[in-house]
């Protein structure tokens, strides 16, 4: 017995270590996914969950300066010069030539996709921003593709704009989180009860980004409630900041209201009352938030009022004059949801 003991301790010894490096390797593995998504993290709120991921916003710097070269109509061979002019300075020739073939795919293959009605691009908005964690797996050819000239283009992104991207969207976090932790557990619940709809037990993920479509914000829903929201916009600073999280994120609380609207509408009328829903959603946020800030003996301009909405938009005006005549009473507990929302309509089909 002693004889057969020590031959298999070797063995048992070796089937240990590797047991060991096995373990080890898994957790250095677990640790740097863990640090990497931890990395894009910068707050958690109550409703919200902030962060400036790297990838997103290199896709989202590419597709807006692919833009550009697209609407005015750059040579190809000088793609690269038009998109990066304020560091061309700074590249050797072949740094030149993979900027431009970068430019190049994403001008051609990509800004044809709209990033928030497109949903391969919103899945593909989720994925960089889950930094590979997302439940889904890159399936579409192009968005395969797209990560691999992403990949190319990270040491650039990294080297030549990311300092600043991620310094502009912290700074912008620090200027307002608390403001939004103030306000948050009394707007939230305050349209939570308008809207008759509970925000998801999962907190709503705001990526914070150099660019967000020409809105500068948009939200949508694949495997997870997810807002885009650019820290450079000029309608996204001061008091009006506050206003376009809560804006966002009343946008996963309105399928009820939207439903009824086009409920209440024959199908010639549907046209009609397309925009409703949303100019009700501007005007709702605006007197909510703007109600909070009264409690704070602060005076704010709502959104629409600042962006001259009701100037701009027929349509917008007289869903206005609608809500001010019946969605105020509803929203005061004067009358019902569904009183509130027969009278709503039934003005803008008779002004509209």
Not at 24 to 52: H, N, R
Not at 137 to 149: G, H, N, P, S, Y
Not at 262 to 268: E, G, V
Not at 275 to 291: A, R, S
Request: with cysteine; hydrophobic share 40%.
């Amino acid at each position: 017995m002693k004889g057969v003991f020590y031959n298999v301790q070797p063995l048992l010894k070796l089937l240990i270590m590797k047991a060991n490096f096995t373990a080890i390797a898994m957790l250095i593995l677990l640790a740097s996914v863990s640090a990497f998504g931890k990395k894009a993290e910068l707050f958690e709120s109550k409703y919200f969950t902030f962060q400036s991921s790297k990838q997103l916003n290199a896709h989202l710097y590419l597709y807006n300066r692919a833009l550009g070269c697209k609407f005015t109509k750059k040579p190809n061979d000088s793609l690269a010069y038009y998109s990066f002019k304020d560091k061309y300075a700074s590249l050797n020739a072949n740094e030149v030539l993979e900027l431009n073939s970068i430019m190049l795919y994403y001008r051609d293959s990509l800004t044809s996709k709209d990033l928030l009605f497109d949903n391969t691009m919103s899945e593909f908005s989720d994925y960089l921003s889950d930094a590979g964690r997302a439940k889904f797996k890159l399936k579409v050819k192009w968005q395969i593709e797209a990560f691999e000239i992403l990949k190319k283009f990270q040491p650039y992104f990294t080297k030549l704009y990311w300092p600043g991207i991620d310094s502009t969207n912290k700074a912008w976090l620090n200027a307002y989180k608390d403001q939004i932790l103030k306000m948050e557990t009394t707007v939230i619940p305050e349209l939570e009860k308008i809207y008759q709809t509970k925000l998801p037990p999962e907190k709503v993920r705001i990526d914070l980004t150099c660019y967000a479509t020409w809105a500068g914000a948009y939200s949508f829903k694949n495997s997870f409630e997810h807002i885009i929201y650019s820290t450079v916009s000029r309608a996204h600073q001061g008091d009006l900041a506050i206003e376009v999280v809560f804006h966002e994120a009343s946008h996963f609380l309105v399928d009820k209201l939207s439903d009824q609207i086009f409920l209440l509408a024959k199908d010639k009328e549907v046209k009609k009352l397309s925009n409703v829903w949303h100019n009700v959603l501007f005007y709702t946020t605006g007197y909510v938030v703007e109600k909070q800030y009264k409690s704070q003996w602060k005076k704010v301009e709502p959104y629409y009022v600042q962006m001259k909405f009701e100037e701009k938009f027929s349509d917008f005006k007289v869903t206005v004059e609608g809500c001010k005549l019946y969605w105020n009473d509803y929203m005061d507990g004067k009358i019902a949801f569904d009183e509130a929302l027969k009278k709503l309509v039934d003005h803008q089909l008779e002004k509209g």
